[in-house]
């Protein structure tokens, strides 16, 4: 055996170095949140080849004092605390004082900085843990980190690397999860040598939204606003319509962190599912700010995720938050007709198994810029905006949000330029039926928009309530079947069904053993009686379990009213103009009437505004 050796600083640095800097986008957290604590109120970043070769990070912070800056690259120096008592009311991002250690020991690092004290500035130069120079510089207030090489001198890391296009769009996508966390903050970002991303820092969530996520998404905000005192939740809800295939666009942050937390992510879901299909997520940007006392957030060492003390209520104040958001507005999705800058601007080809944000940047070849007039392109076939949502998102770069930006395109402010009143009783007189189209939808022209009911889905949806509101006001008279329905059931059916006899009875139903394994439905629901066949009934079982009936009482009788949708009016179906009327009214007065019972659109809506771009009256 070789002899022991306590190992050389320069050697425990490196090992420790991996554990922080994992790839160039750690290194651009470390710097970023640095430069967040020092009080910028800009931070420009700079990458090129994915960071592997230069990464730059230029605030206009604090600056580090001219006697310490050598001092900040030692392991455990740190400004932001002192003891670990301090540990529970720390404010700023990092407090560990491993980043700088751990970033030097593995790059060529040189840093120019100055305080407003000083009058000159102070370059300091550092690779792979060694000191290389200081010398005094002209500069301006802040601080300049470049770093260089990373891994340069621990290639077997750098082996675990991605391609530089997968590891920019890795910083491409921890920029803008910090620029969206920092919405006070001015952030830019430029890779190879074009600029990507540059939000104004004016505090608007919305601007920010609109510059990382673009317009059809800016478009379809509500905002999310709650305030009690010990949480205060700002933000805001994608409407349905731009309902995503994953969580990627679950954005939330606590106390200017991003953290990933399931009760957060739950509430979210939560508040959502009556306006979702299912493997449908939203779109939320959430600033959610909590007193520290009930939360843990160092529970984890790269501080991501964190829990919570009184979590149910917690959970129950961000439901009740993103919900009453949901239900203040009207959720017809709109048709876009456009394909809007996606044709022109869309630079990058992707990899086809990148994440979105490796789609996003790390350009190959030169950006484009939207072209301001519409190119003149044959007719696109419609398109209903939510469709074009559902595809696996498209993302390619974004017109940058600046002064000049906004003469060419609609400020992010104005996005919502329909506040739709459809829905409004007084509304109503105004409708004007147009006519049916396909046997399937109904057109209604309502101020500047033009609707689209699908009969089937609403009629669904309305028979589905009008269920479900009898059922639960018990306001039913039940209809006797003549003969009954005879049904077979399994054992493990039948006890559900002795289990539940008395709940099912409460809502309208007979039932009554006939001997073996059979049951006689002798009543239902007058609600159902058109739709009352074994076929249904053994639908109806199937959907039902221990666990299910349990957990909530109305799961019997949402089952139930889900029956009632079997009678619902087709597609591809002739109605009477009074029969449509007569529909509208009864879906329109509904509570959420965007959507049928299995979450599918009841009616999509379209504006003058898109026609008249389409037709090339206005550009
Ligand atoms: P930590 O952030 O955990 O304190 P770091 O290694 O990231 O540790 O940084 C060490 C110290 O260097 C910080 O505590 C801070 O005082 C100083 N520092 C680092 N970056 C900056 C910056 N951009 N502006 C001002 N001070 C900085
Ligand atoms: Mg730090």
Redo the contacts with the bound molecule.
Sequence with gaps: MPHIEVLDQNTINKIAAGEVIERPASVVK??M???I??R?TAVTVEIRDGGLSLIR?T?N????PEG?VA???LRH?????RTAEDLAAVG????????????AAVSQVE?I?KTPEQLTGLRYQIEGGAERGTEEVGAPD??T?LVRNLFFNTPARRKFLKTAQTEGAHVASLVEKMAMSHPDISVRFIQNQQSRLHTSGNHNLKDIIYTVFGRDIAANLLPVEYESEILQIRGFAGKPVIARSNRNFENYFINGRYVRSGLVTKAIEEAYKPFMMQHKYPFVLLHLSIEPEYLDVNVHPAKMELRFRDGDWFFQMIVQAVSQALAKQELIPEVTLEKEEKISTAPVVPAPEAPRAAQAKEPEKPEQKPEKSSPVRGPEPFEVSRRKMEEEPVYQSRPMYSAAAEKTEPAAGQLDLFEEKFLEPESRKRHRLIGQLFDTYWLVEFDDHLYLIDQHAAHEKVLYERTMKSLKTREFTSQLLNPPLILTVSAAEAALLERYRRRFEEIGFEMEPFGGREYAVRAVPDNLFSVATKDLFTELLDGLSDELLAGSPDILCSRAASMSCKAAVKGNHPMSFAEADHLMDELLKLDNPYACPHGRPTMISMSRRELERKFRRIV
């Excluded at 700023?92 to 970033?103: Q, V, W």
């Design positions: 470390e710097l949140e640095n430069a604590d020092a910028a990070v605030d912070g604090c600056g580090i310490e001092t900040a690259f120096a740190t400004s932001k605390i700023s991002l990092g407090f560990r004082g491993e980043a700088l250690a751990s970033i840093v900085t802040g601080t980190f």
